[in-house]
C-alpha cells in the first residue's frame, strides 16, 4: 500500500492548485475559467489513471472525471440561457466535496481508510488469520 502514497501526494497538490484557483473563478462567476476547471479535472484524472489501475483503486479517477465532466455538462447548459443560482450552487457543492477529497488525503486520513479497507479484504480472503 505505501506505492500509493506517492500517487495521494500528486493527486494532492494538484488538486489542492486547481481548487484554489477555482476559488477565485467562483468568486466572480468567470464560466470560462470555471469551464476550464472542469477540463483541468478531467485531465487530472486522465495523468493519474494508469497509476490508479495499478493500485486498484480507480475511484478516484471517477471521481475527479465525473466532477469535471459534471462542471462542463452545466457550463455547456448555462451557454444556452443564463447562470442562474441553482447553478451556483451545484458549482461550490462541487468544490466543496473535492475539498473534502483534498482534505482527508492531506490530513492522511484517505490513506487509512485505504488500509482499513486492504485489511478487510486480507481478512475476508483468508479468514483463519
Not at 30 to 47: H, N, P, Q, S, W
Amino acid at each position: 500500500m505505501e506505492r500509493f502514497l506517492p500517487i495521494l501526494s500528486t493527486i494532492q497538490k494538484r488538486l489542492r492548485e486547481i481548487l484554489s484557483r477555482n476559488e477565485n473563478y467562483m468568486s466572480s462567476w468567470d464560466l470560462v475559467k470555471i469551464d476550464d476547471t472542469g477540463e483541468e479535472l478531467i485531465k487530472l484524472a486522465r495523468d493519474i489513471y494508469p497509476q490508479l489501475a495499478e493500485v486498484e483503486h480507480r475511484i478516484l479517477f471517477q471521481s475527479l472525471r465525473e466532477a469535471g465532466l459534471g462542471i462542463k455538462f452545466r457550463i455547456a447548459e448555462i451557454r444556452r440561457g443564463k447562470l442562474k443560482e441553482e447553478d451556483k450552487i451545484y458549482f461550490r457543492s462541487v468544490h466543496e466535496a473535492l475539498g473534502e477529497i483534498c482534505e482527508k488525503i492531506e490530513t492522511g486520513e484517505y490513506y487509512r481508510a485505504l488500509l482499513d479497507i486492504a485489511a478487510r479484504r486480507e481478512k475476508e480472503r483468508h479468514p483463519s488469520k
